[in-house]
């Protein structure tokens, strides 16, 4: 569905991502994990078309979609869920949802009913749809952000560290609620620092260091790898 080819990514004169080769397939959900400053955000950035690859290739269901414009590419079916959520904080819970369908806005029924179905998905955000994003508690407020991505219908869905300061809890619902969104046919590619929980998760996973993709397998063979349960896991 989604495929990377030797992209590398530059600002200024510093050189953000080494020649990554990325895959998704369809129905997939693939977890990217590294440590702080790694390039994970900066991988989610390019493919949403924030951010020009100096080189390499972007595919997306057979169209090289490298250098189309972001909103094209949500067009294309890709949505980003940025890290820190961005969400509008003084505008209501459905405001922020309603902009996430925006490519949408011309047809009002598939909006009403893409609002539905995110009620659906996160039943509270029904409860709280007239209230200020900005009022919701932090695993609230990611929900809208999730919903906000959905509402693009996106066949391919960029979570960008979802559980960034998050209680455990809400967390583990989070994920649940993830893995959820994948089964019923959404791809999705999850950066993540909290390994442990997205490796119960994803099907496949790769390891991003100083912008470099260093390991890639499947979930159990990340979760066995020596390395990765030592920098990842805590063992
Ligand atoms: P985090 O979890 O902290 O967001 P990350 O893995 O998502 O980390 P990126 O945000 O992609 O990492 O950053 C990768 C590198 O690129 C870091 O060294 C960062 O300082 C640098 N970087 C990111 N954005 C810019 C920018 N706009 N200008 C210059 N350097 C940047």
Request: aromatic fraction near 6%; proline fraction near 3%; include cysteine.
């Amino acid at each position: 569905m989604l495929k990377l080819v030797d992209v590398s990514v530059r600002y200024g004169s510093f050189k953000a991502l080494h020649s990554i080769n990325l895959e998704i397939n369809e129905g997939e959900l693939v977890v990217l994990l590294g440590a702080n400053g790694a390039g994970k955000s900066t991988i989610f950035r390019t493919i949403s078309g924030l951010v020009k690859p100096a080189s390499g290739e972007l595919h997306f269901n057979g169209k090289e979609i490298g250098g189309w414009s972001p909103d094209r590419i949500v067009k294309a079916g890709i949505a980003q869920c940025p890290e820190g959520r961005k969400l509008f904080l003084e505008m209501s819970v459905v405001k922020n949802l309603i902009l996430g369908g925006f490519v949408h806005r011309k047809d009002k029924a598939e909006i009403a009913r893409s609002l539905q179905h995110m009620f659906e998905l996160f039943p509270i955000l029904y409860e709280k749809k007239d209230q200020a994003a900005g009022s919701l508690s932090g695993g609230q407020q990611q929900m809208v952000a999730i919903a906000r991505a959905l509402m693009a219908k996106p066949k391919l869905l960029l979570l960008d560290e979802p559980s960034i300061g998050l209680a455990p809890l809400v967390v583990e619902q989070m994920f649940q609620t993830i893995a959820e969104i994948n089964r019923s046919g959404t791809s999705v590619l999850l950066a993540e620092q909290n390994a442990y929980a997205a490796l119960q998760i994803a099907h496949r996973g790769y390891i991003i260091e100083n912008g470099r993709l260093v390991l890639e397998g499947s979930s159990g063979r990340l979760r066995n790898n020596e390395e990765v349960r030592r920098a990842y896991l805590g063992a």
